[in-house]
């Protein structure tokens, strides 16, 4: 069991028991909403291209905040959903931010 404590007086704050880690790479993903349906009544009301085009439509918003923010000076750390792990990848884009 992993735990997670406050700093300052070590008091157990979370305890995670890792057999609900989930592995770090997952080639698939599927979910089934039968049992929600059947079971809660619930139906979708969002289709997938609605649902695309508020993913793509965060995504732009996150991009012209972050070039504002550069244009503006400020050093923008990009996506922590998949981090350079390259050195050289890191370098140039820490070279990029000024």
Known sequence: MEETGRSST????VRIDPCYF???????????PRKARETLGW???????????EMVAADQEDARKD????LKGFKVVGS???????????????GAQG
């Open 10 to 13: 070590g008091e157990v704050v």
């Open 80 to 94: 922590m959903e998949n981090p350079p792990t390259n050195p050289a990848t890191m370098q140039r884009e820490q």
């Open 22 to 32: 989930r592995p770090a790479e997952v080639e698939t993903l599927l979910g089934d």
């Open 43 to 53: 139906t979708t009301t969002t289709t997938l291209e609605e649902l695309v085009a």
């Open 67 to 70: 070039a504002l923010l550069r």
